[in-house]
T-cell receptor, first 115, second 115 residues
Framework: DTEVTQTPKHLVMGMTNKKSLKCEQH?????MYWYKQKAKKPPELMFV???????INESVPSRFSPECPNSSLLNLHLHALQPEDSALYLC??????????????FGPGTRLTVL | AQSVTQPDIHITVSEGASLELRCNYS??????LFWYVQSPGQGLQLLLK??????LVQGIKGFEAEFKRSQSSFNLRKPSVHWSDAAEYFC?????????????FGRGTQLTVWP
């Protein structure tokens, strides 16, 4: 298995809802990433997990809460989001975070709309 | 911090014509270099990468890129463009000495292909 999967593909939520995004890989990678991407912009890094430990949090608002239950799975819990949080959320994984092991493989993304 | 410049926001070419997308980076040492392609609403697909060795690298879908140390450039080329190549192209770099796994993206170049 050489891919990163993300569910759901699309999500529409109200500002008071709680929802979660899920990302899975079965390549034996030990680093996983969440990115946010607005239209016509490059991806912006949100979080990095290395060996199931949070190693980077790019000052993301607390309404986004990441979780890495095991090395294959990465969740992003969403609560009390704002309309400006509407974006494509991309997950990526890599063998590690140093050297050539840091080559990242991306999932197809979840298109999030906050009403 | 790294900076990546893609000077062309939008390029239009005719099908069958050759293509060159430019990428320059700003960093003291040679980083790891990547080109990704993204179709609308999709995730990022790795086209090719440069870690070391031969400065002309071959990728998928008939793309190639040449690393030029003296110009801090990693330009993407394709000899004959197909309509299916229409997409957004991102150049990205990673710090060779980092253990954080962070990728620095250019702003992207939108490619339109005329039939």
């Amino acid at each position: 298995d050489t891919e990163v999967t993300q569910t759901p593909k699309h999500l529409v939520m109200g500002m008071t809802n709680k929802k979660s995004l899920k990302c899975e890989q079965h390549m034996g990678h030990r680093a996983m990433y969440w990115y946010k991407q607005k239209a016509k912009k490059p991806p912006e890094l949100m979080f990095v997990y290395s060996y199931e430990k949070l190693s980077i949090n790019e000052s993301v608002p607390s309404r986004f809460s990441p979780e890495c239950p095991n090395s294959s799975l990465l969740n992003l819990h969403l609560h009390a989001l704002q309309p400006e949080d509407s974006a494509l959320y991309l997950c990526a994984s890599s063998q590690g975070t140093s050297g050539t092991r840091s080559e990242q493989f991306f999932g197809p993304g979840t298109r999030l709309t906050v009403l | 911090a790294q900076s990546v410049t893609q000077p062309d926001i939008h390029i239009t070419v005719s099908e069958g014509a050759s293509l060159e997308l430019r990428c320059n980076y700003s960093y003291g040492a040679t980083p790891y270099l990547f080109w990704y392609v993204q179709s609308p609403g999709q995730g990022l697909q790795l086209l090719l990468k440069y870690f070391s060795g031969d400065t002309l690298v071959q990728g998928i879908k008939g793309f190639e890129a040449e690393f030029k140390r003296s110009q801090s450039s990693f330009n993407l080329r394709k000899p004959s463009v197909h309509w299916s190549d229409a997409a957004e192209y991102f150049c990205a770099v990673a710090d060779r000495g980092s253990t954080l796994g962070r990728l620095y993206f250019g702003r992207g170049t939108q490619l339109t292909v005329w039939p």
